[in-house]
């Protein structure tokens, strides 16, 4: 059972245009949220993270949403880039973030588009 | 800061082989992890080590094993390897629970095996 839920496995935006990437979860005792981008060949990149007890997290073009009665998050790149085709995984945690048992969605694919 | 370092970058092995991975994490911090990643099955955690000892571990058959030094090196061992086992194996460090104030695991760059 997937507990941490990526559904688009790509996604296609114009440059300069707004990318939200959707990620749902279903295990109640995860309190710590992040986002990794990953080049191919690479080791995935912390983008940003939010505790359970914020709604919002901005840093930059990156804005990263919880609603946790929803059990739903989403990450908002604004304006999207070229740089930032990548692939987008969501990570849950129940340990505070570390690298201790992080559960990955499958990740999704963003393609900007010039 | 030098980032986490893993060694090979790439490997074949043939099927039924041995072969250890090996994980530096970044100065400092003293748990390390383990993960596959896999075109179908996404990052799966394998487990995690903190001070030599492993403390959490993945859904993963015995053959996967592993081990932490006391400087914190970490090496990642699968034994009788199988064609699935071909993936990207990512190590990832980060502080002990302890200092810990919602803080990111940081990766390195993966081993790249390929079993034939």
């Known amino acids: 059972d997937q507990q941490v839920k990526q559904n688009s496995p790509s996604l296609s935006v114009q440059e300069g245009r707004i990318s939200i990437l959707n990620c749902d979860y279903t295990n109640s005792m995860f309190d710590y949220f992040l986002w990794y981008k990953k080049y191919p060949a690479e080791g995935p990149t912390f983008l940003i993270s939010i505790s359970s007890i914020k709604d919002k997290n901005e840093d930059g073009r990156f804005t990263v949403f919880l609603n946790k009665s929803a059990k739903h998050l989403s990450l908002h790149i604004v304006p999207s880039q070229p740089g930032d085709s990548a692939v987008y995984f969501c990570?849950?945690?129940?340990?505070?973030?570390?690298?201790?048992?992080?559960?990955f969605g499958k990740g999704t694919h963003l393609i900007i588009q010039p | 800061k030098a980032g986490v370092t893993q060694t090979p970058r790439y490997l074949i092995k043939t099927r039924g082989q041995q072969v250890t991975l090996s994980c530096s994490p970044i100065?400092?911090?003293?748990?390390v992890s383990w993960y596959q990643q896999t075109p179908g099955q996404g990052l799966q955690f394998l487990f995690e080590?903190?001070?030599?000892?492993?403390?959490n571990k993945g859904n993963f058959p015995g053959r996967f094993s592993g081990r932490q030094f006391s400087n914190s090196r970490s090496e990642m061992n699968v034994s009788t390897l199988e064609l699935g086992d071909s993936a990207l194996y990512l190590c990832?460090?980060?502080?002990?629970?302890?200092?810990?104030?919602?803080?990111?695991?940081?990766f390195g760059q993966g081993t790249r095996l390929t079993v034939v």
């Open positions: 990570a849950a945690s129940a340990a505070g973030g570390g690298a201790d048992g992080l559960t």
């Open positions: 080590y903190f001070s030599e000892t492993q403390r």
């Open positions: 990832a460090s980060s502080l002990p629970p302890s200092d810990r104030a919602n803080t990111e695991a940081f």
């Open positions: 100065s400092g911090h003293r748990s």
